[in-house]
């Protein structure tokens, strides 16, 4: 499995982002995919992710409202709509991928078994 990030940078508050993350080699008919990101000093947090199987999407109180995650099935390639960014949201975003479940909606990271390289999302006040 390969997960490839991109579309991360530097951004002021209140600006906008789009992250991509192209997945190939998927082991699974159905799957979860989704972000999680990482500030130093923290634990990786489930930002947002979405099952295969039924299209549901979830995401962290944080950012909804802000955040819009999207799936271009063909492409098996996923999207982070992140809108009124703030200083907070400033963090390594990784993509990850694991077989879809009734508990993905927890977002806890042992349920993805593969992860991106990550991707630097700077937001400056």
């Known amino acids: 499995v390969q997960l490839v990030e991109s579309g991360g940078g530097l951004v002021q508050a209140g600006g906008s982002l789009r992250l991509s993350c192209a997945a190939s080699?998927?082991?699974?008919?159905?799957?979860?995919i989704g972000w999680f990101r990482q500030s130093p000093g923290k634990e990786r947090e489930g930002v947002s992710c979405?099952?295969?199987?039924?299209?549901?999407?979830f995401y962290a109180d944080s950012v909804k409202g802000r955040f819009t995650i999207s799936i271009d099935t063909a492409q098996n390639t996923i999207y982070l709509d992140m809108s009124s960014l703030k200083p907070e949201d400033t963090a390594v975003y990784y993509c990850?991928?694991?077989?879809?479940?009734?508990?993905?909606?927890?977002?806890?990271?042992?349920?993805?078994?593969?992860w991106g390289q990550g991707t630097q999302v700077t937001v400056s006040s």
């Open positions: 080699g998927i082991p699974f008919d159905d799957y979860a």
């Open positions: 979405l099952g295969t199987s039924d299209g549901a999407k």
């Open positions: 990850a991928l694991g077989e879809d479940s009734a508990t993905i909606a927890t977002m806890w990271s042992g349920l993805f078994d593969y």
